[in-house]
T-cell receptor
Framework: GESVGLHLPTLSVQEGDNSIINCAYS??????FIWYKQESGKGPQFIID?????DKRQGQRVTVLLNKTVKHLSLQIAATQPGDSAVYFC??????????????FGKGTLLTVNP | ETGVTQTPRHLVMGMTNKKSLKCEQH?????MYWYKQSAKKPLELMFV???????ENNSVPSRFSPECPNSSHLFLHLHTLQPEDSALYLC???????????????FGPGTRLTVL
């Protein structure tokens, strides 16, 4: 899940297993959520997004689940591969009382895939 | 590749130097952003530009000076930086600037800046 301290959460899985990365968000007004993947030395790469009128969305090998009741978001990666090793972080967007949306990023989770 | 390029990829500068970071997007987007990514911290939004006009300055010190000559190019001019400014500086673009809705932001590879 997301870190509230200085340490980046880590998840270590075996190649071929499924991975689940969690994210808790705080703004109940958030209605758009994105998962990004950031490999070492690269910028964040868009993976999948979901709007609050949905609770599940599937992509290629990835599924995002949204539970608005408990303000929880998860990213499921099927048949995890070594190339999936990266930092994954979620971002939420919503109107926090102002006139414009704000995109707020979490700290991220480091996924390590063992061959 | 995401369609957003940044140069240089690495930069080392002294506190008295003046340097500039460049970002270019080939996606036909109207909004561009500068973010700072420090170790073990979430991405910090610095500036937002919409159709070349600055729409947000997130309380960034004046030693960082952005410039957006057109919707495809964004610069970050640096002068008299401090060692704590060392970080990965990321540029992003989106179709439109967040308003009543938000579009996905696509990131460049970043410039790794070290201030000595």
């Amino acid at each position: 899940g997301e870190s509230v301290g200085l340490h980046l959460p880590t998840l270590s899985v075996q190649e071929g297993d499924n991975s689940i990365i969690n994210c808790a968000y705080s703004n109940s007004a958030s209605d758009y959520f994105i998962w990004y993947k950031q490999e070492s030395g690269k910028g964040p790469q868009f993976i999948i997004d979901i709007r609050s009128n949905m609770d599940k969305r599937q992509g290629q090998r990835v599924t995002v689940l949204l539970n608005k009741t408990v303000k929880h978001l998860s990213l499921q990666i099927a048949a995890t591969q070594p190339g999936d090793s990266a930092v994954y972080f979620c971002a939420e967007a919503g109107n926090s009382g102002g006139s414009n949306y704000k995109l707020t990023f979490g700290k991220g989770t480091l996924l390590t895939v063992n061959p | 590749e995401t369609g957003v390029t940044q140069t240089p990829r690495h930069l080392v500068m002294g506190m008295t130097n003046k340097k500039s970071l460049k970002c270019e997007q080939h996606l036909g987007h109207n909004a561009m952003y500068w973010y700072k990514q420090s170790a073990k911290k979430p991405l910090e939004l610095m500036f937002v530009y919409n159709f070349k006009e600055q729409t947000e300055n997130n309380s960034v010190p004046s030693r960082f000076s952005p410039e957006c000559p057109n919707s495809s190019h964004l610069f970050l001019h640096l002068h008299t930086l401090q060692p704590e400014d060392s970080a990965l500086y990321l540029c992003a673009s989106s179709l439109n600037v967040p308003g009543a809705w938000t579009d996905t932001q696509y990131f460049g590879p970043g410039t790794r800046l070290t201030v000595l």
